[in-house]
């Protein structure tokens, strides 16, 4: 019996078409991260000026749970070896990133909140809020869906076993 954690490899893409797909979304995440770690005072200003309901703690804590999900949903898509269950996790919060951005967005259009910048790239670029960042998100949402398909970590038989 070991202390540490089994690190396994990831299984094999299931399409041609699901490995573009998971590098995309593993680009478009290592371009998100990068930029908002880049600025990563003003990113937390920018969430901030969001007036999201539970005010500062909860923009506080999501602004630091998009940088941390997108910096660790990224070992799940590069298919690095990982143990079973930082896999899953890994899985999840690429799950969990495109949903919080879906939910900024649509608060930032449907409040009546003034502001300049969306904060996909951090505050390095000045993005305008619009229905074009809802989009967006739901084009990530769909680009994390097809990818956890592409790299589902778990087996499915299709026969049971009976005892």
Not at 29 to 47: A, E, K, N, S
Not at 127 to 147: E, F, K, Q, R
């Amino acid at each position: 019996m070991s202390i540490f954690t089994k690190t396994t490899t990831a299984k094999p893409v299931k399409t041609p078409d699901a490995q573009k797909i998971i590098y995309v979304y593993a680009f478009v995440l290592i371009i998100f991260v990068v930029c908002q770690l880049f600025t990563y005072d003003g990113f937390v200003r920018l969430i901030e000026s969001f007036w999201l309901p539970g005010g500062l703690p909860v923009a506080h804590f999501l602004s630091c749970l998009i940088v941390i999900g997108e910096l660790f949903a990224i070992p799940f898509l590069l298919r690095m070896k990982l143990s079973q269950s930082m896999r899953i996790i890994s899985m999840v919060l690429g799950w969990l990133v495109p949903i919080i951005w879906l939910f900024l967005t649509l608060w930032v259009n449907l409040t009546i909140n003034s502001i300049s910048n969306i904060g996909f790239i951090g505050t390095l670029i000045n993005l305008t809020p619009g229905w074009w960042a809802v989009y967006i998100s739901v084009a990530m949402c769909l680009l994390a869906i097809w990818s956890s398909w592409g790299l589902w970590p778990f087996d499915i038989s299709k026969e049971t076993k009976h005892k």
